[in-house]
C-alpha cells in the first residue's frame, strides 16, 4: 500500500508540474455520478452510498481550490431524482443538507444554492438557505450547490422571471419580442453574474449531461470518467485538468 501510495504521489506531483497556468479552468462543473452503483458494490446502502459521496465534495473542493479555479458547481440533486422513492429520497436529502452544513461551518467557500427550491421539503429549504447564508462574507471558491436543479426547469424559470419584470414594468409582448435576446435570458438564469463552466466532469462512465447547466455549457469542455464518484481520486481530477488544458477551445467558431 505504501508503494502503491508513493507511486501515485509522484505521479500527481508530475501532473500539477506539468500543468499550463495559463490554461487552467475558472469555473468546473460536476455531475457527482455513481453512489448508488458504488453502495450495491460496497453493500454499504443507498444511504452509505450517498454518504460515500458526500465525503468526496470537502477533497474534490480542495483539489479545486489548489489550482485556483473559481467557481464549482455540484449537481447534488435533479429535478428527475424527486420522483424516487420517498425513503430514499429522504436519506438523499438529510446526506445534502448536512454536507451543506459541514461545508458551510468550515467557513472556506462561499456557498450558492442553484435550483427550484420550492420543489424541495421546507425544512429542507430553510436548512440549506440558512447554511448559504452563513458564507455569504467568505471569500474564497463560490461553491454553486445545485439542489432540486433540471436544466429546462431553469430555462423555464428564467423565461417566467424575464416575463414578470417587463410585465410589472408595463412592456407589452411586442414590445418584448423586438428587444429581447440571449443576455435578457441570461441575467435571468440561476448562475446570472457567473462565468460559463470551462469544464464539465461526469463521474460513472455516463457520456451525458442529464440538463445540467444546458444554457451555460454550450461552450464547455467535457471530461467523462469512468470511475464512480466515490472512487473519484484526485490523479483523475488531474487527468480531467490535464486534457482540458491540452485541447484547443474554438467557442464555437
Known sequence: ??????????????????????????????????NRRWARGAGAGVHGGYQAG???????????????????????????????????????????????????TQQRWRIQLLGALDLLPAATVTRLKSAADATRDVDGVTVNAAVGYGGRHELADAV????????????????????LDVEHIAEHLYTKGQPDPDLVIRTSGEQRLGGFLLWQSVHSEFYFCEALWPDFRRVDFLRAIRSYAARERRFGR
Not at 1 to 15: D, S
Not at 22 to 30: C, N, S
Not at 161 to 178: F, V
Request: glycine share 6%; proline share 4%.
Open 1 to 34: 500500500m505504501r508503494l502503491r501510495e508513493f507511486v501515485y504521489g509522484a505521479y500527481e506531483r508530475r501532473l500539477v508540474a506539468n500543468l499550463p497556468p495559463d490554461r487552467l479552468p475558472k469555473h468546473v462543473g460536476a455531475i457527482v455520478d455513481g
Open 160 to 179: 417566467r422571471a424575464m416575463l414578470q419584470e417587463h410585465a410589472s414594468k408595463g412592456t407589452t409582448i411586442e414590445e418584448l419580442a423586438e428587444l
Open 54 to 104: 458526500a465525503d468526496k465534495i470537502s477533497d474534490f473542493l480542495g483539489w479545486c481550490e489548489e489550482l485556483g479555479v473559481e467557481v464549482v458547481t455540484l449537481w447534488l440533486l435533479s429535478t428527475d431524482n424527486l420522483e424516487r422513492p420517498r425513503d430514499e429520497l429522504v436519506a438523499l436529502l438529510d446526506v445534502i443538507e448536512d454536507l451543506v452544513d459541514g461545508l458551510a
